[in-house]
């Protein structure tokens, strides 16, 4: 249990990693996505 959740973290730390350093490199998408995100807030 403990390794499958540890496991999970890391591959979500690694999707965060990735994501920042596309949105650091891409400042157009960051503004996308916030927009796409508030678009669906009620």
Same mark, same amino acid.
């Given at each position: 249990? /403990?390794? =499958?959740?540890?496991? #999970?973290? %890391?591959?979500?730390?690694?999707? &965060? /990693?990735? =994501?920042?350093?596309? #949105?650091? %490199?891409?400042?157009?998408?960051? &503004?996308?996505?916030?927009?796409?995100?508030?678009?669906?807030?009620?």
């Amino acid at each position: 249990m /403990a390794a =499958a959740l540890q496991r #999970v973290v %890391s591959v979500v730390g690694a999707v &965060t /990693a990735g =994501a920042a350093l596309a #949105v650091a %490199s891409q400042p157009a998408l960051l &503004t996308q996505i916030v927009a796409q995100l508030t678009d669906r807030l009620p």
